[in-house]
């Protein structure tokens, strides 16, 4: 058949394993495609692609759309292979065809290639429809007419991943319905409930559990097929067969019907689940996914699922000790019956005595007041007697001791009798009751009935607030007679229904004049009707009302007139509608607001009496606000913050527990301390109390005093007991947050950097900007650090400000106490001008001192916002602890620096850079090696002379470091300086030095560069003694060493042999650079190649200000790892102008500027830069020239200012240098107009660079060269 | 070393003063010029032309600003004046032209 291929077939096929083989003897001449051989160039090469491909490829030929697949494809086909191959796609692929078929059909119509990702195909396999997924794509297989005439097919099975996916979705969502259940019910409904028909491959969920008699019973189903599976696992078994313990296949179909669309779940899977911990046994019933045959990796997600059930279930409550729990109830109720009845006895007479004298003592009062707290005492004794009667009289029933005397009555009569007791009560509460009594008679213990309509009365009372009571008594029918007492109250739920009549069941929730209760009046009421024969049942809808129906035996006979009538109105029922009236009746105003500016107690209790009690206890020393429920409380509260509130634990709607857990949920008012009161005694119920967040817990009953000591002790303590229960809750957070800041801290090294960590941590409050002012140590002044978002302008204002500035920054240094401001604008007026300064920014702050070791105040931290905001207390609190944190930081930065600065400041003061000198602007700089005491014998000298155009300068070099060397050099420096004053040229000048040096210890060959520059002769005379030589660099970027005048070393014993100087130009413009070997030597590197360097380097610095020069050549020239050695170094550019730079030695005078100013006009009109430009630069530079003057001189007007201004081709840049470090009050020169000047010099300018070092002050103003305006002549 | 200078030109327009300044007015004369241009208009209604002058600074724009809260004149410049932008940046009240000015001097209460 091969013969029929050709060659690039015949090797594809060879290579095509199991499909090569079938595609070479299939028989295409009986084919209508007919031999490969034939077939059109593009086909054979799709053939030769997808067979040798080991990715599963298909190719649909011909409009027929015929089959031809590799290797690879076989899987996809499953049992459509081999018959599919040569086959037409649609009767190979009839099951798919409604999704793949429009889709192949496109591609050969428009040639367009389709995508599908992740695509649900559901192919019938061995007969069974299975639901599998592909990522595919169809490319059109294009004929040499530009038509296409098949379709090229890529295609990967997504099935295992797409499944994974899915199952692991269902696992999650399973156990995490599964977690926090606690008994075997809620793992078992959590089970089902995770199940919702939707996921494909958990169509139905049901759990079997044994029961204590009948193995396998239903115990939860899931609600799609709740009511269809069976109650009895062994219904769903095979055979009589024992439960199963291996995962069995099951067939649900008796159970579920196959619905008419689709296959529907016919099988399950039964998983025996592991004993639970009550050692019962159960097994999940999962259902199985139709279209997916039950795999290894469907199993063993089935075996998950039941193992995340089994071990729901194990964690789940014994049973066996809930049982227990309840034997132990059982005996202890049976005790407290036994113990009340006992009590109830002991408690009616005390209480007896109590309501005899009362009464009397009301009727003799004839203060109303008095009367009115007697008769408050009286109604509550005479409550408290029939609660004990109550009680006694249940006790008997519990005990089966009641021994009911029935006599016969006329029970209508006689309900209509008690009940009309209610009228008055209703009316007042706005109820109507309506009493619809037939005669009927019964035989009746006429105390107990009345103990039964009463208790319904008065419970219809308490549950409803509009509407009506209806008291009905049928005539006897068949025997008994039907008692109802209905209302149009708020109804019980159903879940309360079934235990309504359960003792001390009381239902929660529901809304209702008040929460007094025992809960054993209903229990009460069902036990006094059973007793005669009757029975009791409830109806009831929320919202709508309760029915209460009475079924009672009806007396045989008419009812005679001899009959008992109801008797006369007994204490008893007093007692009942007493206590009702104080349900409806509220004689004191719900809040009472006196605005006294006391305190304000907020009082909450349902019961009337109980709350006119305690506002009359609290009203002498405190405003009093009342609330009848946790509800009106809250209300009340977010209205008015109350200092205290006193409440009751049992209220209706929200009660006492709930209302702490709001109040301490609520942030405006989680602070407010809550006392409680409660009858429920003993410490459990403390317990509770606290534990929902009260601050302290009152058992009933109490006195007067007694509750005035509590809410004093809670109004003071208040704010302390809050404030530790915050630190608790947020000093985890704290810790963590100091952690971070220290270790933030741990590694700055300046001021700003530790700003910059503090605003990076949680302690900044996100505050975007930080200020750290410390206290200078000799001037007192306050050194202002900023950190963050803040203009140029604003730094430099508040650089450095007086220690009585009208600052809050120096407020809380001076007073040491933090400031906390919400709002800026609101700051007294004293702080008006930097308010005003800073408005942009900073709108809120907060400012905390820092302290040393010896608690003294050495600066304050501030952290800024730019719009109004207020702090949190916990907030406050984090600050406060960053704030020492931040101090230590401070004080090892400080110390280090100190150091630092105390090892220098030899050299500095010995090295004091002479500036008075009006012929050249000067730069310097001292370097000490990095690894010696930091002192040297390297030094810089400027000196003036005597003709002010004049200026001598020297670096010299001693042999050694550290002390020593610099005690010699600064021997020699001294005398350098003393022989400019004789003769400044530089062959005497070494001459004296070689003298001199000659009797100096240690000063054996010490080298020395010395040069006079002339700004007027445009002359520099040197001389070098075996030192490196000058550099000398012009304005056109051509350098060289000055190596004239060249002579021996200092000291070095042979025979001096006078020296000659060297002589150059220094044109204006050019930079002269003095320096020691430090700069420029390496180790391993000849003097040529780090003198090549240094000429390199200063080439790209001609139009560098001289400071800036300095700095940066110590940097460049610096090799790895820092310099070795001490370096010198001094930039020497003489005034003058060029066409493109000025340089001037300005004195430290105001009335220099004019003159100045009149040079500068005159070479920046040589530029041609516009009127507008020109005086801004002018402005600008004279602005800052005044700013130098005013603070940078340090009080010696003989320095100079430096004024450098070079012409580049784009911009302008002008720099004033000045010696000093502004340590003057920089904020307060507002007040002598110099604050104008900075706003000025940053408005004015394209950009301000200021560099500030121990050297002193460079600002450096750029502005931007633009194309010239129409100039404004101004005459 | 001097200070700097300036003049000043006096036009009586109707019942407003006009005081045309040239020259440069800095720290080391802006109380002298401020106490002249004071000088010359004797508290009435004035303008003060800044128009032709060449040099204004910090100090100047200071005591500008006191000058004309304790007195009613009114500062007039014109808006492409090389000065005009430091003058807005520091917000010195002013005027871009005379008539503007002379009304608002004319409008402004005579100093006692």
């Known amino acids: 058949m091969s013969d029929g291929l050709g060659p690039e077939l015949a090797t594809a096929v060879a290579l095509g394993g199991e499909m090569g083989t079938r595609f070479a003897e299939f028989d295409w001449s009986a084919h209508p495609l007919g031999a490969p051989s034939e077939w059109p160039a593009q086909w054979r090469d799709a053939t030769a692609t997808a067979l040798t491909s080991r990715f599963p490829i298909v190719l649909w030929l011909g409009p027929e759309l015929f089959l031809v697949y590799n290797n690879a494809y076989i899987q996809v086909l499953g049992d459509k292979h081999p018959a599919a191959l040569g086959g037409a796609g649609e009767r190979v692929w009839w099951d798919i065809w409604d999704p793949i078929g429009p889709m192949l059909a496109g591609v050969m119509e428009t040639g367009e290639a389709t995508w599908s990702d992740d695509l649900l195909l559901t192919i019938v396999s061995e007969g069974r429809p299975e639901e599998r997924y592909f990522t595919f794509t169809y490319g059109p297989i294009i004929a040499g007419s530009g038509v296409v005439d098949g379709v090229f097919c890529v295609v990967t099975e997504t099935t295992g991943r797409v499944l994974g996916e899915r199952r692991l979705r269902m696992l999650t969502r399973m156990g995490g319905r599964l977690f926090r259940t606690r008994t075997a019910q809620e793992a078992v409904a959590a089970a089902v409930g995770a199940c919702d028909g939707t996921h494909p491959d958990v169509p139905l969920l049901a759990v079997y559990l044994d029961g204590a008699e009948e193995p396998g019973v239903l115990a939860g189903v899931c609600e799609p097929v709740r009511g269809r599976l069976p109650e009895r696992l062994t219904a769903l078994l095979p055979g009589p067969a024992a439960q199963p313990q291996r995962p069995l296949e099951v067939d649900l179909g008796p159970w579920l019907p196959r619905p008419a669309d689709g296959p529907g779940v016919q099988r399950g899977l039964l998983l025996g689940l592991t004993e639970a911990a009550d050692g019962r046994r159960g097994h999940l019933l999962l259902g199985l996914n139709p279209r997916r045959p039950l795999d290894e990796q469907y199993r063993g997600f089935c075996r998950l699922l039941a193992d995340q059930v089994s071990a729901a279930l194990a964690n789940a409550g014994s049973f066996e000790l809930e049982r227990r729990r309840a034997d132990a109830l059982a005996q202890l109720d049976q005790a407290k019956t036994m113990f009340l009845t006992n009590v109830s006895h002991e408690f009616r007479t005390p209480l007896t005595l109590l309501l005899g004298p009362l009464q009397d003592a009301i009727t003799a009062e004839e203060d109303p007041k008095q009367r009115d707290r007697l008769e408050t005492a009286q109604r509550n004794a005479t409550r408290l007697l029939r609660l004990v009667d109550a009680l006694l009289q249940f006790a008997r029933t519990e005990s089966e001791r009641a021994d009911p005397r029935p006599v016969r009555v006329d029970l209508g009569a006689l309900t209509a009798q008690i009940a009309s007791s209610f009228t008055e009560l209703c009316r007042r509460a706005g109820i109507g009751l309506v009493l619809d009594c037939a005669s009927a008679p019964a035989e009746v213990d006429v105390q107990m009935w009345e103990t039964v309509v009463l208790n319904l009365l008065s419970n219809a009372v308490k549950f409803t607030f509009g509407g009506r009571i209806v008291v009905k008594v049928a005539p006897p029918r068949d025997g008994t007679i039907a008692v109802t007492v209905s209302d149009t109250g708020t109804g019980i739920a159903a879940e309360d229904l079934g235990r309504l009549f359960e003792r001390f069941y009381r239902a929660d929730n529901s809304r209702a004049r008040s929460a007094e209760g025992s809960g054993i009046g209903l229990s009460l009421v069902r036990s006094l009707v059973e007793l005669h024969g009757g029975g009791i049942e409830v109806d009831s809808v929320v919202n709508v009302g309760t029915s209460m129906h009475i079924t009672l035996p009806a007396a045989r006979g008419p009812a005679s007139a001899g009959e008992r009538p109801a008797g006369d109105t007994s204490p008893q029922e007093n007692a009942y509608v007493t206590e009702a009236m104080g349900w409806v009746e509220d004689t004191i105003p719900s809040s009472v607001t006196r605005g006294t500016g006391r305190p304000l107690v907020l009082i909450v209790d349902d019961n009337a009496d109980m709350r006119r009690h305690l506002a009359q206890v609290c009203a002498a020393h405190w405003d009093v606000a009342l609330a009848v429920d946790g509800a009106e409380a809250l209300r009340a509260m977010r209205r008015r913050r109350p200092d205290v509130v006193v409440t009751d634990v049992m209220m209706p709607a929200v009660d006492g527990l709930e209302l702490v857990t709001a109040i301490r949920a609520d942030s405006a008012l989680s602070s407010v301390p809550v006392v409680m009161l409660s009858a429920r005694a003993g410490v459990e119920a403390a317990g509770t109390g606290l534990g929902a967040g009260a601050d302290d817990y009152l058992p009933k009953p109490f006195s007067s005093a007694d509750l005035v000591n509590r809410v004093s002790a809670r109004l003071t303590a208040g704010e302390r007991e809050h404030e530790r229960r915050r630190d608790e809750h947020d000093r985890t957070r704290r810790a963590q947050a100091m952690a971070e800041f220290g270790a933030a801290l741990g590694s700055a090294t300046s001021p700003p950097h530790l700003l910059d960590a503090l605003l990076a941590c949680p302690a900044g409050l996100g505050a975007p900007l930080a200020v750290l002012g410390v206290v200078e140590a000799d001037s007192g002044n306050i050194r202002l650090t900023f950190a963050g978002e803040l203009d140029a302008e604003v730094r430099e204002r508040y650089h450095v400000v007086a220690a009585r500035a009208p600052l809050p920054i120096a407020r809380v240094i001076s007073s040491g106490r933090p400031m906390v401001i919400p709002e800026t604008r609101d700051l007294d007026a004293d702080f008006a001008a930097v308010t005003r300064d800073t408005d942009a920014v900073t709108r809120a702050a907060v400012m905390y001192p820092l302290r040393d070791r010896t608690d003294t105040v050495t600066g304050a931290l501030a952290l800024s916002w730019p719009a109004p905001r207020g702090f949190a207390a916990d907030e406050l609190a984090l600050v406060e602890q960053a704030v020492p944190v931040l101090g230590r930081a401070l004080e090892r930065i400080h110390a280090a620096e100190r150091e630092r600065r105390i090892a220098t400041s030899f050299q500095e003061h010995q090295l004091d850079l002479d500036r008075r000198s009006g012929a050249a602007v000067l730069g310097a700089v001292y370097q000490p090696a990095a690894e010696t005491m930091r002192v040297g014998g390297d030094w810089y000298l400027a000196a003036p002379l005597r003709d002010p155009r004049q200026v001598a300068v020297s670096v010299g070099d001693v042999v050694g470091h550290g002390l020593p060397a610099a005690t010699v050099m600064g021997r020699l420096r001294a005398a350098a300086a003393a022989a400019t004053l004789t003769d400044s040229r530089p062959a005497f000048v070494l001459d004296v030095l070689r003298h001199y040096a000659a009797s100096v210890p240690g000063a054996e060959c010490t080298t020395v560069a010395y040069a006079v520059v002339d700004s007027a002769s445009h002359r520099v005379d040197y001389a070098c003694a075996g030192h490196p030589y000058p550099l000398l660099v012009t304005e056109d970027r051509t350098a060289r060493y000055l190596t004239d005048g060249r002579h021996l070393p200092l000291a070095t014993g042979f025979c001096a042999r006078p020296g000659t100087d060297g002589r150059d130009r220094l044109p204006p413009g050019a930079l002269l650079l003095l320096y020691t070997d430090g700069l420029v030597e390496r180790p391993g590197e000849s003097l040529e190649v780090g003198l090549a360097r240094l000429a390199a380097a200063t080439t790209r610095l001609v139009h560098q200000p001289v400071d800036a020069v300095c700095a940066r050549l110590l940097r460049t020239m610096a090799p790895p790892g820092g310099h070795r050695d001490d370096v010198a170094l001094l930039a020497v550019r003489p005034v003058g102008t060029t066409p493109t730079s000025f340089v001037a030695a300005h004195p430290a005078r105001q009335d220099a500027l004019p003159a100045l100013r009149a040079r500068v006009r005159a070479w920046l009109g040589a530029l041609h830069l516009g009127d507008t430009l020109t005086h801004d630069i002018l402005l600008t530079l004279c602005e800052a020239i005044g700013n130098a003057v005013e603070h940078g001189v340090r009080a010696d007007p003989r320095q100079r200012v430096s004024v450098e201004i070079f012409a580049d081709e784009d911009t302008i840049s002008a720099t004033v240098t000045d010696p000093g470090r502004w340590d003057t009050d920089t904020a307060a020169s507002r007040r002598a107009a110099r604050g104008t000047g900075l706003t000025v010099i940053h408005g004015l300018s394209e950009r301000v660079e200021i560099a500030r070092s121990i050297r002193g002050t460079r600002v450096t103003m750029h502005h931007r060269r633009r194309p010239v305006p129409t100039a404004h002549d101004p005459s | ?112």
């Not at chain 2, 030109?9 to 040239?22: E, L, N």
């Not at chain 2, 007015?25 to 209604?45: I, K």
């Not at chain 2, 003060?48 to 724009?61: I, M, P, R, T």
């Open chain 2, 1 to 112: 070393m001097s200070a700097a200078t300036y003049t000043l030109r006096t036009v009586p327009d109707g019942p407003v003063t006009v005081v045309s300044a040239t020259g440069e007015v800095d720290a080391t004369n802006a109380t002298a010029f401020s106490a002249h241009v004071t000088d010359l208009t004797g508290g009435r209604p004035a303008v003060l032309d800044l128009g032709d002058l060449l040099y204004l600074d910090s100090f100047g724009f200071a005591t500008l600003r006191r000058l004309i809260a304790q007195h009613p004149v009114a500062i007039v410049l014109p808006a492409q004046h090389p000065l005009h932008k430091a003058v807005t940046l520091t917000r010195l009240p002013h005027h871009h032209t005379l008539r503007e000015a002379c009304t608002a001097a004319r409008d402004e209460p005579t100093a006692d």
